[in-house]
């Protein structure tokens, strides 16, 4: 190999030689240990809302029980009402899940799904029931 070949060749041995040495030398990159990882401010996700929260049904009518005074309504009730119906206010309390009714000296108690009877005069469905809320289905007269 002649000298003028050899001279760009250890030219470049020497600049390869230079960068390898020169990394080598150079302090290693800070990486965060573990513990400045854990001092992180938590992130935590909202509750999302349970299968009966979600599906909790709208009463038509919502809380106006003068709305059942022809015994036609859908209602919602939440602790304790006076709803009115062709039978005079009927007293009606929700607790624990189940729905207490209240009509003259007549108490009629249901759970998620009960329906109350009142002679031929008018039916009431529970449709839903949660802890203190009930919607309720007044409907005239007795079911087919």
Do not use: H, K, W
């Not at 990394?23 to 809302?49: G, H, I, K, R, W």
């Not at 602790?79 to 108490?107: C, K, N, R, W």
């Amino acid at each position: 190999m002649t000298p003028a070949r050899a001279l760009p060749l250890l030219a470049a041995v020497l600049a390869l030689t230079a960068c390898g040495a020169a990394e080598e030398d150079a302090p290693a990159p800070e990486t965060e240990s573990l513990e400045q990882v854990s001092e992180l401010p938590s992130m935590t996700a909202a509750p999302s809302p349970t299968p009966s929260e979600a599906a909790f049904p709208e009463a038509a009518d919502g809380q106006d029980y003068g709305a059942c005074a022809d015994n036609t309504c859908e209602i919602l009730v939440i602790g304790q009402a006076s709803v009115d119906s062709s039978m005079g206010p009927l007293d009606v309390s929700v607790a624990d899940d189940s729905v207490t009714i209240y009509s003259g000296g007549t108490t009629m108690s249901m759970g998620e799904g009960g329906t109350a009877i009142f002679g031929d005069t008018l039916t009431i469905e529970m449709l839903a029931v949660e802890g203190d809320r009930a919607v309720l289905n007044f409907i005239p007269g007795q079911p087919a």
